[in-house]
């Protein structure tokens, strides 16, 4: 009876065995190769590190200022470099009043001048004068319907007395980019387009921002038509 139990225990463990040493892989001397048994968990850790590593990119990412869409996906930062505005504003024009002190037409006094004002038929496109980010695009005031667009490094250009504008806040907008019509909305006393450059949020002169044509008109000192738009 005790054999018999023993032979038992024996043809048990040999059964239980069996299909471990099914699984192992054998090489010609006997010993069993671990190298298969190693490779599944390695990649696995090589998964683990790749996704981390995409995580950690996406994060990155968000700490530098990207953005997550509704559908999760991770769009770029906007651009953080400044772009200086070096264009006219608008392509057909006469420059109707220069920066600095003038004879405000319509408050007839005498009164600073923070822009220029180039006059131009109601309708004439206007375009950015650099690249940057639509800050204010609405009605506002004296500056009647008004575009105001920041280029980064306290760098700011202002478009005012718009017939209408084709943009919004938050909108990015490259150099050339039509953002709206000449009119003469708010203050004015005829179409035109009041184009101011801000530097830290004070105006300085526009002229050497634009092109050498019209630096060469204001030193010829035309000031000739209608324009009257905000000195603020």
């Known amino acids: 009876m005790l054999l018999k139990f023993a032979s ?12 471990a040493l099914a699984d192992e892989t054998e090489i010609a001397d006997g ?5 298969a048994v190693a490779e599944a968990p390695a990649d696995a850790a090589n998964a683990d590190a790749e996704e981390f590593n995409e995580l950690f990119a996406s994060w990155e990412s968000l700490e530098q200022g990207a953005r997550v869409t509704a559908t999760g996906d991770i769009t770029a930062a906007p651009r953080t470099a400044y772009s200086v505005p070096s264009r006219m504003p608008v392509n057909e024009y006469r420059m109707s009043s220069a920066y600095g002190m003038r004879n405000h037409p319509v408050l007839r006094q005498r009164r600073a001048h923070n822009g220029v004002d180039l006059a131009a038929p109601t309708g004439t496109p206007v375009y950015a004068t650099a690249d940057g980010v639509v800050e204010s695009a609405r009605y506002f005031g004296s500056y009647g319907n008004y575009v105001q667009i920041g280029h980064m490094g306290d760098l700011e250009t202002r478009y005012a007395h718009l017939s209408r504008y084709t943009v919004r806040a938050g909108d990015q907008v490259r150099k ?9 909305t708010g203050r004015s006393t ?3 387009l009041h184009y101011e450059v801000r530097v830290a949020g004070e105006p300085v002169n526009p002229i050497p921002y634009m092109l050498a044509d019209l630096e060469a008109e204001a030193a010829n000192g035309e000031r000739l038509g209608r324009g009257g738009g905000p000195e603020e």
Do not use: E, K, N, Q
Request: hydrophobic letters at 50%; charged letters at 5%.
């Open 8 to 19: 038992f225990i024996a043809v048990g463990s040999m059964a239980i065995a069996s299909p």
């Open 31 to 35: 010993v069993i190769d671990l190298t």
């Open 176 to 184: 050339g980019d039509l953002i709206g019509y000449v009119g003469s």
């Open 190 to 192: 005829g179409p035109h």
